[in-house]
């Protein structure tokens, strides 16, 4: 198979095109002109999920012109029927104590809300200065706990979304844009 007829069965996932990556950058130099008005000076931790996160972070954080150090963890949720929340796991800590920190969360997407209601409990715990949370994505409709993040950039439909760090089946996060997956 030629280069090109493999890239264009890579591509036969992606459905539409969602959000444009000229509208992430444009989303994205807004909400750091917020965290900064937010934090007025004062410096912060942006601590990001991975790995659905990691292509946010890398732009969110030279969106923001504040004193900023970067951490990363990553979780894994395990649920059965209706449980709602205590299950996620920490598969990567992070790497310091957060107590002095201003944290703020960087995370891909709130679905159901169950990753980030148990994921904030946790780092609530950790006593930091304060605790925010900055989403790219928001599906609503989905929502299982109650649970909103302090910043999000775009609320989408309940469609399965794909790109700029989301991923299905662990493809498809290269791709600059957010698209709906259909096969
Ligand atoms: P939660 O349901 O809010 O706990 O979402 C947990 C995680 O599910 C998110 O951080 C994403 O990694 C993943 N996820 C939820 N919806 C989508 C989607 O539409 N595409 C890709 N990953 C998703």
């Known amino acids: 198979m030629k280069v090109e007829e493999k890239i264009k069965e890579y591509e036969k996932g992606i459905k539409k095109v969602l959000i444009t990556a000229e509208e992430i950058q444009a989303a994205i130099k807004k909400a750091g002109e917020r965290i900064d ?6 410096p912060i931790l942006l601590v990001s999920i991975l790995k659905g996160a990691f292509v946010f972070m890398a732009d969110i954080c030279r969106a923001v012109h504040v004193p900023c150090e970067i951490g990363f ?26 107590s002095g920190y201003h944290v703020v969360i960087v995370e891909d997407i709130v679905d159901t809300g169950r990753t980030l209601n148990d994921i904030t409990k946790i780092l609530k715990d950790r006593n930091p200065v304060s605790l925010r949370v900055v989403t790219l994505l928001d599906k609503p409709s989905r929502r299982l706990v109650d649970f909103k993040a302090d910043v999000s950039l775009f609320t989408i439909p309940d469609y399965f979304v794909i790109g700029y760090g989301l991923d299905c089946a662990e493809k498809y996060r290269n791709l600059p844009y957010i698209a709906e997956f259909g096969e």
């Open 37 to 42: 008005a937010i934090y007025d000076g004062r």
């Open 73 to 98: 963890m990553c979780a894994k949720s395990y649920y059965e029927g209706t449980q709602s929340s205590g299950v996620v796991k920490i598969t990567m800590d992070l790497d310091r104590d957060i």
